[in-house]
Protein backbone atom coordinates (compact mmCIF):
# COMPACT_ATOMS: atom_id res chain seq x y z
CA UNK A 1 0.00 0.00 0.00
CA UNK A 2 1.25 3.34 -1.35
CA UNK A 3 -1.77 5.81 -1.64
CA UNK A 4 -2.85 8.00 -4.76
CA UNK A 5 0.14 8.84 -7.63
CA UNK A 6 0.31 12.66 -6.68
CA UNK A 7 -0.17 13.10 -9.96
CA UNK A 8 -3.43 11.59 -11.15
CA UNK A 9 -5.59 14.43 -12.35
CA UNK A 10 -8.93 12.55 -10.92
CA UNK A 11 -7.40 10.31 -7.99
CA UNK A 12 -10.97 9.32 -7.30
CA UNK A 13 -12.56 7.82 -10.27
CA UNK A 14 -16.47 7.51 -9.87
CA UNK A 15 -16.21 11.29 -7.97
CA UNK A 16 -13.99 13.48 -11.57
CA UNK A 17 -14.89 16.88 -9.49
CA UNK A 18 -12.03 15.98 -7.27
CA UNK A 19 -8.42 16.43 -9.23
CA UNK A 20 -5.33 16.60 -7.60
CA UNK A 21 -4.00 20.53 -8.49
CA UNK A 22 -0.17 20.22 -8.86
CA UNK A 23 -0.29 17.99 -12.08
CA UNK A 24 -3.26 20.53 -12.85
CA UNK A 25 -1.82 24.01 -12.12
CA UNK A 26 0.65 25.33 -14.74
CA UNK A 27 1.87 28.64 -13.83
CA UNK A 28 4.74 30.22 -12.42
CA UNK A 29 3.52 32.31 -10.04
CA UNK A 30 1.34 29.33 -8.08
CA UNK A 31 2.90 26.70 -6.20
CA UNK A 32 0.56 23.56 -4.77
CA UNK A 33 1.77 20.90 -3.34
CA UNK A 34 1.44 17.22 -3.47
CA UNK A 35 -2.02 15.37 -2.61
CA UNK A 36 -3.63 19.15 -2.25
CA UNK A 37 -7.14 19.03 -4.61
CA UNK A 38 -9.78 20.99 -5.52
CA UNK A 39 -13.61 19.62 -5.43
CA UNK A 40 -15.71 21.51 -8.35
CA UNK A 41 -18.99 20.04 -9.66
CA UNK A 42 -17.87 21.38 -13.18
CA UNK A 43 -14.42 20.14 -13.22
CA UNK A 44 -10.99 21.18 -10.99
CA UNK A 45 -9.37 22.10 -13.88
CA UNK A 46 -11.07 25.09 -13.46
CA UNK A 47 -8.97 25.97 -10.68
CA UNK A 48 -6.84 29.14 -11.59
CA UNK A 49 -10.05 30.74 -13.48
CA UNK A 50 -12.30 30.41 -10.96
CA UNK A 51 -10.56 30.69 -7.80
CA UNK A 52 -7.39 32.88 -8.52
CA UNK A 53 -8.69 36.51 -8.98
CA UNK A 54 -6.36 39.56 -10.41
CA UNK A 55 -3.27 37.45 -10.24
CA UNK A 56 -1.38 39.61 -12.96
CA UNK A 57 2.19 38.53 -13.93
CA UNK A 58 3.66 42.20 -14.02
CA UNK A 59 2.77 42.57 -10.40
CA UNK A 60 4.17 38.86 -9.56
CA UNK A 61 2.77 38.02 -6.11
CA UNK A 62 2.30 34.46 -5.77
CA UNK A 63 -0.06 31.75 -4.16
CA UNK A 64 2.06 29.74 -2.13
CA UNK A 65 0.07 26.24 -1.15
CA UNK A 66 1.33 23.37 0.95
CA UNK A 67 0.40 19.59 0.85
CA UNK A 68 -2.38 17.73 1.64
CA UNK A 69 -4.77 20.88 1.44
CA UNK A 70 -8.72 20.04 0.91
CA UNK A 71 -9.99 23.27 -1.09
CA UNK A 72 -13.75 23.39 -1.91
CA UNK A 73 -15.93 24.49 -4.34
CA UNK A 74 -16.31 28.36 -5.11
CA UNK A 75 -13.44 29.25 -2.95
CA UNK A 76 -11.47 32.64 -4.26
CA UNK A 77 -7.89 33.94 -3.63
CA UNK A 78 -7.85 37.68 -4.21
CA UNK A 79 -4.17 38.47 -5.06
CA UNK A 80 -2.80 42.09 -5.07
CA UNK A 81 -4.03 43.11 -8.46
CA UNK A 82 -7.95 43.84 -7.20
CA UNK A 83 -6.01 46.64 -5.31
CA UNK A 84 -6.50 50.38 -6.28
CA UNK A 85 -4.97 53.02 -4.99
CA UNK A 86 -6.08 54.78 -1.90
CA UNK A 87 -3.32 57.74 -1.82
CA UNK A 88 -5.47 60.33 -3.56
CA UNK A 89 -9.41 61.62 -2.86
CA UNK A 90 -10.85 58.78 -5.03
CA UNK A 91 -9.95 55.03 -5.64
CA UNK A 92 -11.52 55.01 -8.99
CA UNK A 93 -8.89 53.76 -11.52
CA UNK A 94 -9.10 56.32 -14.36
CA UNK A 95 -5.67 55.17 -15.54
CA UNK A 96 -6.86 51.76 -16.94
CA UNK A 97 -9.62 53.34 -19.12
CA UNK A 98 -6.73 55.02 -21.35
CA UNK A 99 -7.93 58.03 -23.75
CA UNK A 100 -5.48 60.53 -21.76
CA UNK A 101 -6.77 59.50 -18.47
CA UNK A 102 -3.20 57.71 -17.76
CA UNK A 103 -1.21 60.27 -17.74
CA UNK A 104 0.27 60.76 -14.77
CA UNK A 105 -0.05 58.10 -13.41
CA UNK A 106 2.38 56.50 -10.54
CA UNK A 107 1.86 52.69 -10.09
CA UNK A 108 3.69 53.39 -6.99
CA UNK A 109 0.07 55.04 -5.64
CA UNK A 110 -1.39 51.34 -6.50
CA UNK A 111 1.70 49.27 -5.11
CA UNK A 112 1.49 50.82 -1.37
CA UNK A 113 -0.95 48.31 -1.15
CA UNK A 114 0.17 45.70 -2.29
CA UNK A 115 0.63 42.88 0.63
CA UNK A 116 3.06 40.71 -0.97
CA UNK A 117 2.76 37.08 -1.78
CA UNK A 118 -0.48 34.63 -0.54
CA UNK A 119 0.63 31.45 1.63
CA UNK A 120 -1.50 28.25 2.95
CA UNK A 121 -0.15 25.99 4.72
CA UNK A 122 0.38 21.93 5.03
CA UNK A 123 -3.17 19.88 5.96
CA UNK A 124 -4.96 22.91 5.43
CA UNK A 125 -9.20 22.40 4.47
CA UNK A 126 -10.71 25.47 3.53
CA UNK A 127 -14.60 25.38 2.98
CA UNK A 128 -16.91 26.64 -0.02
CA UNK A 129 -17.11 30.31 -1.03
CA UNK A 130 -14.65 31.02 1.28
CA UNK A 131 -12.67 34.53 0.29
CA UNK A 132 -9.01 34.86 0.83
CA UNK A 133 -7.77 38.15 0.99
CA UNK A 134 -4.04 39.46 -0.69
CA UNK A 135 -1.01 38.78 1.36
CA UNK A 136 -2.87 36.05 3.74
CA UNK A 137 -0.64 33.52 5.76
CA UNK A 138 -2.68 30.49 6.73
CA UNK A 139 -0.68 28.17 8.95
CA UNK A 140 -0.73 24.46 8.83
CA UNK A 141 -3.48 22.76 10.52
CA UNK A 142 -6.40 25.19 10.51
CA UNK A 143 -9.73 25.24 9.03
CA UNK A 144 -11.45 27.96 7.48
CA UNK A 145 -15.30 28.01 7.30
CA UNK A 146 -18.00 28.44 4.96
CA UNK A 147 -18.00 32.13 3.31
CA UNK A 148 -15.48 33.08 5.82
CA UNK A 149 -13.48 36.09 4.44
CA UNK A 150 -10.14 36.38 5.69
CA UNK A 151 -8.14 39.43 6.09
CA UNK A 152 -6.00 38.46 8.80
CA UNK A 153 -3.12 35.57 9.00
CA UNK A 154 -4.73 32.46 11.20
CA UNK A 155 -2.28 30.88 13.13
CA UNK A 156 -1.72 27.33 12.81
CA UNK A 157 -4.45 24.96 13.96
CA UNK A 158 -7.15 27.22 14.34
CA UNK A 159 -10.48 26.97 13.13
CA UNK A 160 -11.75 30.65 11.87
CA UNK A 161 -15.05 31.50 10.39
CA UNK A 162 -17.48 34.67 9.73
CA UNK A 163 -17.05 38.10 7.60
CA UNK A 164 -14.33 39.54 9.05
CA UNK A 165 -13.05 35.62 9.33
CA UNK A 166 -11.94 35.44 13.37
CA UNK A 167 -10.70 32.43 15.34
CA UNK A 168 -13.95 30.21 16.88
CA UNK A 169 -11.15 27.99 19.04
CA UNK A 170 -8.18 26.04 18.26
CA UNK A 171 -7.99 22.74 17.71
CA UNK A 172 -5.34 21.35 19.89
CA UNK A 173 -3.65 23.02 23.05
CA UNK A 174 -0.26 25.44 22.29
CA UNK A 175 2.18 22.26 23.63
CA UNK A 176 0.45 20.13 21.23
CA UNK A 177 0.03 22.80 18.11
CA UNK A 178 4.04 22.97 18.89
CA UNK A 179 4.97 19.51 18.47
CA UNK A 180 2.46 18.77 15.20
CA UNK A 181 4.24 21.43 13.63
CA UNK A 182 7.74 20.15 14.75
CA UNK A 183 6.39 16.37 13.17
CA UNK A 184 5.24 17.74 9.85
CA UNK A 185 3.96 14.56 9.03
CA UNK A 186 3.10 16.17 5.52
CA UNK A 187 6.94 15.88 4.92
CA UNK A 188 7.07 12.48 5.35
CA UNK A 189 7.73 10.19 2.74
CA UNK A 190 4.25 9.02 1.63
CA UNK A 191 4.75 5.40 2.57
CA UNK A 192 5.69 6.40 6.05
CA UNK A 193 2.63 8.36 6.02
CA UNK A 194 0.77 4.88 4.64
CA UNK A 195 2.24 3.03 7.61
CA UNK A 196 1.32 5.41 10.35
CA UNK A 197 -2.13 6.64 8.85
CA UNK A 198 -4.08 5.37 11.93
CA UNK A 199 -2.12 8.06 14.44
CA UNK A 200 -2.96 10.50 11.66
CA UNK A 201 -6.54 9.94 11.37
CA UNK A 202 -6.58 9.90 15.59
CA UNK A 203 -5.11 12.21 17.70
CA UNK A 204 -2.53 10.20 19.32
CA UNK A 205 0.44 12.57 18.81
CA UNK A 206 2.69 10.32 21.22
CA UNK A 207 2.10 7.95 18.37
CA UNK A 208 3.40 9.72 16.23
CA UNK A 209 5.92 10.80 17.31
CA UNK A 210 7.21 7.06 17.96
CA UNK A 211 6.42 6.23 14.16
CA UNK A 212 9.27 4.85 11.91
Same mark, same amino acid.
Not at 1 to 6: E, I, K, L, T
Not at 141 to 149: C, K, P, Q
Not at 166 to 180: I, T, Y
Given at each position: ? @?? #? /? ?19 ? +? ?5 ? =?? $?????? #????? @? ?7 ? @??? $? ?8 ? $? ?20 ? !? ?5 ? $? ?5 ? =?? +??? !?? &? &????? /? ?9 ? =?????? #??? %??? %?? &? ?7 ? %? ?11 ? #? ?32 ? =?????? /? ?5 ? &??
Amino acid at each position: M @HG #P /DPHDVHPVPAHRRIGFLQPIV +DDPLIEI =GA $FTYYDD #PDGPE @HFVARCVKH @HYP $FIGDRLIIGR $FCAIATGVTFVMNGANHAMTGL !STYPFNI $FGHGWEE =GF +DVA !SV &A &AGWRG /DTRVGDDVWIG =GEAIIL #PGI %SIG %SG &AIVGTRAVV %SKDVPPYAIVAGN #PAGVVRMRFDEASVGRLLALAWWDWPVEKITRNL =GAIRGA /DIDALER &AE
